[in-house]
């Protein structure tokens, strides 16, 4: 029949023999009636039913009925899995205040490009509606709170200074952050997948002391949170039992163990961390060891922590990295024996015979450009810190000296990282900085006597000859003044007073030279230059007559200025160096703490012998004990490996301090914060004599250390391609004061080395993770703890306590240190917020001041703190406009030119003064310093008077 069997005759249009008749069904006609019988041919009553066609239809409708059932058994069989991938990654802001998370992004491009592939999906949305694996990655930064808990970083711009500080009451949310059991709640929740698997890396910070983080030993706290979602679980299924889903299961993978790092590098995969690269890999299908083409939790486990310890073992740390798995309420590790029977090593998914793509691979090697840039802004950057005249960049500008130094070491970081652009940005920043660094520091103060005689005079050591700059421009000085004026009244005057007037010149320029320079000290030394100018003019009138008495007073006058001067030389030499010791001892600082881990030699004796100083009660700071720190640094032979250079380092700093309280005393004049008792007898000889001494010793020490770190620098030039090389090369490169070219190197070589390192890795040995210890969270928060007491003249109460929650951490039982641990980080962190806030309210309440002594008192302070600030608290300073080193500097030249103003309206003989005292009233006016418009409108009266008088 046409249309039942393709247009061909049927058995039913046969005529008996199967060969098919001659006769055709009308167009359109469908019977089941013989051709040729079409009365006689119906059958009658249940024979007229078409069985044949009946039980075909049935069978269809079977096999179909199976084909569904059987793929709905065969979704549910332990192979056959559809996996839901879900990233949920948190990706830092770049700035200066927070620590950037960069392999994040690259682990993020490398999962999501296994896409489609062996029945993954990766998805970003909701993914809790529904029923099948679930494997959840989690990446973010993680802080600790004031009561040691953790707080993860779930936000691209979290505000750690706004967290509540330990005796501050904590809110139910804070802003940026969660608790870590909310935030894997939130990451989990209540999934109805009857399977989850989560991949935690939050350990990717390995320390940042600004944030309080000491060390990453927050596994209790994971497994304690993990416990809480899976009790929370049983209990849910419990009440569904009857008709509800399986208990849920839950495990959780770790990036690293306790106390570890998790490891990153731009060279692995597309810049991506050894956890999230080895994890790729897994889902990718290398992870399935019986090779039955299904992956379960355990094959996983075991790929991903052999590979990334591999991995760290080969390039990073011979120590390795070790992954844990945390499940209910026990830890593994993925070299324990695991039971593959076990329920928690339930079917991840079904590995597909179809390849999987690679991973994307990492960028080019940085431009050549970028690294000649580094290196000349670099050269750019010590040629200002050892250029004396006029004063090194740390001593005038310390906060845009701090800014500088970070924003070319985050260009190193991000020339590491393969990120040009940004890279870019920080090295045009840099630019930046170097010029506001190299620019006139008083742009507003514009008459040329001013920016001739004086200016050029404040950087004026006064210990060695000095000169004036050239200018070009035509100014007459008082020197220059006095001797036209002898000149021009010689014949009226013997002959015998001809060396008399000679030295009458001298004296006039070292009356200048004392008094201009001594910018930053003239509150201390002068009363005494009033008493040399009133013997000076004496003089001059007596000259001016032919009296050769004098001499007499010419004596008088030049002992009074050398005395000023010498106080003023050892005060400013002082000064100068114990702001070298502040810009500096900060990245000494963090060099120490960060030393090789690998091989932490004489840190557990540093340790110990702080903690003792503590039970004999030592006096901190003292000159006893800076000789017992010398006497335990003593080496044959320089290595900077052992406990020794670190008690050097222990030294200076104790050395800074006295510097601190030393000046503090010196430069007082009045009862306050730093001297509590007055100045007495401060500027005594004595006294003078003890800084010098100070300053010698110290400057012996910073020297020795200096010098060790170039000669390290150049060492690891040399060094093999092996990991405690290319950590080495990290540790050097945070000395910020080595030579641009060996800097420029020892970049390069490191960013060869790792990629050398990760090409060549060969099978390695499996390591047990380190045992938890006191050291290295003890080791930093020592360094820490030391580099905010710098700038501090008195016993803080708050510095003392975190002294005190250090030395009880050596106390603590295995259990309890991790969390006192934190709660010190904790500390830390708001004592670091705490001097930046001390700073800026300082800065501010000069205004409200009503006496120049207060205010200065109060400038002076905050100058001094803010030096040692984190250099991202000086970038922060500097954008609020607070910067109290530029106050300080306004004020003390503010002071300087009204002095002037005084003594020239003293001396006044017209013209020639009229003029200095109008440009020295104007320039102090432009500085707009309240507290001396008083003073300025005095002068003003006073030289109209002078000049109405002389003109009757």
């Given at each position: 029949v046409p ?9 039913r ?5 199967g060969?098919?008749?001659d006769w055709?069904r009308?167009e ?7 051709p040729g019988d079409?009365e006689n041919s119906r059958?009658a ?6 069985w044949?066609q009946?039980?075909?239809s049935?069978?269809?409708a079977t096999?179909?009925?199976?084909c569904?059932a ?9 192979g056959?899995?559809q996996t839901?991938l879900?990233p ?6 770049d ?5 950037p998370?960069?392999p994040?992004a ?8 296994l896409?489609s592939h062996n029945g993954?999906?990766?998805e ?8 099948h694996v679930l494997?959840?990655?989690l990446s973010a930064?993680?802080v600790?709170?004031a009561q040691g808990?953790?707080l993860v ?6 505000r ?11 809110p ?7 608790s870590l059991a909310?935030?894997l709640a939130?990451a989990?929740g209540?999934?109805p ?8 890396d939050?350990c990717q ?14 596994e ?5 949170a993990i416990?809480s ?6 209990e ?17 993978i ?11 590098s ?10 999230g690269?080895s ?7 290398k ?6 083409n ?8 075991r790929?991903?922590g052999s590979q990334t310890?591999?991995?760290?073992q080969?390039?990073?740390d011979r120590?390795g ?8 309420d ?6 324990d024996p695991?039971d593959n029977?076990?329920p928690?090593n339930?079917p991840i998914?079904?590995?597909g015979t179809t ?30 810190q050892?250029?004396?005249n006029p ?6 500008d310390p906060?845009?000296?701090q800014e500088l ?11 590491f990282?393969?990120q040009?652009r940004?890279?870019s940005?920080?090295?045009?920043r840099a ?8 620019a006139e520091r008083?742009?507003g103060?514009?008459?040329?006597f001013v ?8 950087v004026d050591?006064?210990s060695a000859p000095?000169?004036?700059p050239?200018?070009?421009e035509?100014?007459v000085?008082?020197?220059?003044h006095?001797?036209?004026i002898?000149?021009r009244t ?7 007073t001809g ?5 009458a010149v001298?004296?006039r320029?070292?009356?200048?030279r004392?008094?201009?320079?001594a910018f930053?000290?003239?509150h ?7 008493s040399?100018?009133?013997d000076r ?5 007596l000259l ?10 010419m004596?008088?006058a ?6 000023a001067?010498r ?6 030499s002082?000064?100068?160096f114990?702001n070298?010791l ?6 000494l600082?963090?060099w120490?703490?960060s030393?090789?881990?690998s091989r932490?030699?004489g840190q ?7 903690v003792d100083?503590f039970?004999r009660?030592?006096?901190?700071p003292s000159a006893?004990?800076?000789e017992i720190l010398l006497e335990k ?5 320089e290595?900077?490996s052992g406990a020794?250079?670190?008690?050097r380092?222990?030294a ?6 006295l510097l601190?309280r030393?000046l503090?005393?010196?430069?007082s ?5 730093d001297?509590p ?5 401060v500027?005594?000889a004595?006294s003078l004599?003890?800084?010098?001494d100070?300053v ?6 910073l020297?020795?250390?200096r010098?060790a770190l170039?000669?390290e ?6 060094l ?6 290319w950590r080495d090369?990290q540790d050097?490169?945070?000395?910020t004061?080595?030579d641009?070219a ?13 990629r050398?390192l ?6 390695g ?6 045992p938890?210890s006191?050291?290295?969270g003890m080791w930093?928060?020592?360094?820490a703890?030391k580099v905010?007491?710098l700038?501090?003249?008195t ?8 002294w ?6 050596k106390?603590?039982s295995?259990?309890?240190?991790p969390?006192?641990l ?9 004592l670091s917020?705490?001097?930046r806030?001390?700073v800026?309210?300082l800065?501010a ?6 006496t ?11 100058d001094?703190i803010a030096?040692?600030l984190?250099?991202s ?6 954008g609020g406009g607070?910067d109290?080193?530029?106050a ?9 030119l009204?002095?002037q103003a005084?003594?020239y309206?003293e001396?006044?003989w ?7 005292a109008?440009?020295c009233?104007?320039g102090?006016t432009s500085?707009e ?9 005095e ?7 002078r ?5 009757e």
């Amino acid at each position: 029949v046409p249309g039942e069997s393709g247009g061909r005759p049927s058995w039913r249009d046969s005529g008996g023999d199967g060969a098919g008749g001659d006769w055709q069904r009308p167009e359109g006609v469908r019977s089941c009636r013989r051709p040729g019988d079409e009365e006689n041919s119906r059958p009658a009553g249940s024979s007229r039913i078409r069985w044949r066609q009946v039980f075909k239809s049935l069978a269809a409708a079977t096999v179909t009925a199976g084909c569904v059932a059987l793929a709905v058994w065969l979704l549910l069989l332990p192979g056959c899995v559809q996996t839901k991938l879900a990233p949920v990654v948190a990706s830092i802001a770049d700035t200066p205040q927070l620590p950037p998370n960069l392999p994040v992004a690259g682990d993020l491009e490398a999962l999501k490009s296994l896409d489609s592939h062996n029945g993954i999906r990766t998805e970003f949305q909701d993914t809790r509606n529904d029923r099948h694996v679930l494997v959840i990655y989690l990446s973010a930064l993680w802080v600790p709170d004031a009561q040691g808990g953790v707080l993860v970083m779930d936000s691209r711009n979290p505000r750690p200074d706004d967290l509540p500080g330990p005796k501050q009451s904590q809110p139910t949310t804070q802003q940026g952050f969660r608790s870590l059991a909310a935030y894997l709640a939130q990451a989990i929740g209540d999934a109805p997948q009857q399977n989850t698997l989560v991949l935690l890396d939050l350990c990717q910070l390995r320390t940042d002391w600004r944030i309080g983080v000491l060390e990453n030993d927050i596994e209790k706290e994971i497994q304690d949170a993990i416990n809480s979602l899976s009790r929370g679980s049983q209990e849910n299924s419990a009440k569904e039992a009857s008709t509800g889903p399986a208990s849920k299961n839950l495990a959780v993978i770790l990036s690293c163990s306790r106390g570890e790092h998790s490891w990153a590098s731009p060279h692995l995969g597309n810049g991506q961390t050894a956890f999230g690269f080895s994890l790729r890999e897994a889902l990718a299908g290398k992870a399935d060891e019986d090779h039955n083409n299904r992956l379960t939790v355990y094959e996983l486990f075991r790929h991903v922590g052999s590979q990334t310890n591999h991995w760290v073992q080969q390039n990073r740390d011979r120590g390795g990295q070790h992954p844990v798995l945390v499940t209910g309420d026990k830890t593994v590790a993925y070299l324990d024996p695991l039971d593959n029977n076990d329920p928690l090593n339930f079917p991840i998914l079904q590995v597909g015979t179809t390849e999987v793509p690679d991973a994307p691979a990492s960028k080019s090697s940085p431009p050549k450009a970028d690294l000649d840039t580094l290196q000349k802004l670099w050269a750019e950057r010590n040629a200002l810190q050892a250029n004396s005249n006029p004063a090194p960049a740390f001593h005038h500008d310390p906060l845009r000296w701090q800014e500088l130094t970070l924003r070319l070491q985050r260009a190193e970081h991000w020339i590491f990282w393969n990120q040009p652009r940004t890279a870019s940005n920080e090295l045009d920043r840099a630019r930046t900085l170097l010029k506001q660094l190299t620019a006139e520091r008083f742009p507003g103060v514009r008459s040329p006597f001013v920016r001739q005689a004086v200016l050029p005079r404040l950087v004026d050591p006064l210990s060695a000859p000095f000169s004036l700059p050239e200018t070009g421009e035509e100014v007459v000085g008082p020197e220059d003044h006095l001797q036209d004026i002898l000149e021009r009244t010689r014949s009226t005057r013997p002959g015998e007073t001809g060396d008399l007037a000679t030295r009458a010149v001298q004296i006039r320029g070292l009356a200048e030279r004392a008094t201009s320079g001594a910018f930053g000290t003239l509150h201390l030394v002068q009363p005494t230059l009033v008493s040399a100018d009133r013997d000076r003019r004496k003089a001059e009138d007596l000259l001016f007559v032919g009296d050769k008495t004098a001499s007499t007073a010419m004596q008088s006058a030049e002992t009074q200025l050398q005395q000023a001067m010498r106080i003023r030389s050892t005060l400013y030499s002082a000064m100068l160096f114990r702001n070298r010791l502040h810009s500096e001892l900060p990245d000494l600082g963090r060099w120490a703490a960060s030393h090789n881990v690998s091989r932490p030699a004489g840190q557990q004796e540093v340790i110990d012998d702080l903690v003792d100083s503590f039970d004999r009660r030592e006096e901190w700071p003292s000159a006893a004990r800076v000789e017992i720190l010398l006497e335990k640094g003593q080496q044959k032979k320089e290595d900077l490996s052992g406990a020794p250079v670190h008690f050097r380092l222990l030294a200076l700093f104790e050395q800074a301090h006295l510097l601190d309280r030393q000046l503090a005393s010196c430069l007082s004049v009045s009862p306050g914060e730093d001297n509590p008792t007055g100045p007495g007898a401060v500027l005594s000889a004595q006294s003078l004599k003890q800084l010098q001494d100070l300053v010698a010793g110290a400057q012996t020490g910073l020297a020795r250390l200096r010098d060790a770190l170039g000669t390290e620098g150049k060492r690891c030039l040399g060094l093999p391609d092996q990991p405690e090389s290319w950590r080495d090369i990290q540790d050097i490169l945070r000395h910020t004061n080595l030579d641009a070219a060996t800097r420029r190197q020892l970049v390069q070589r490191s960013i060869s080395m790792s990629r050398k390192l990760g090409s060549d890795s060969a099978s390695g040995g499996q390591t047990k993770p380190r045992p938890p210890s006191s050291g290295p969270g003890m080791w930093h928060a020592l360094w820490a703890i030391k580099v905010l007491s710098l700038g501090r003249v008195t016993d803080d109460p708050s510095l003392l306590a975190a002294w005190n929650s250090w030395r009880s951490v050596k106390e603590k039982s295995d259990t309890e240190r991790p969390g006192t641990l934190r709660k010190l980080g904790a500390e830390i962190r708001q004592l670091s917020l705490t001097k930046r806030q001390v700073v800026e309210r300082l800065a501010a309440e000069v205004k409200q001041q009503d006496t120049v002594d207060t205010a200065r008192a109060m400038l002076q302070r905050a100058d001094r703190i803010a030096r040692s600030l984190p250099a991202s608290d000086a970038v922060h300073v500097l954008g609020g406009g607070m910067d109290p080193a530029l106050a300080l500097r306004r004020f003390q030249l503010a002071e300087l030119l009204f002095a002037q103003a005084g003594r020239y309206v003293e001396d006044f003989w017209q013209g020639w003064f009229t003029r200095a005292a109008g440009a020295c009233i104007a320039g102090g006016t432009s500085l707009e310093v309240p507290l001396f418009g008083q003073r300025a409108k005095e002068l003003e009266k006073l030289l109209k008077q002078r000049t109405t008088l002389a003109e009757e």
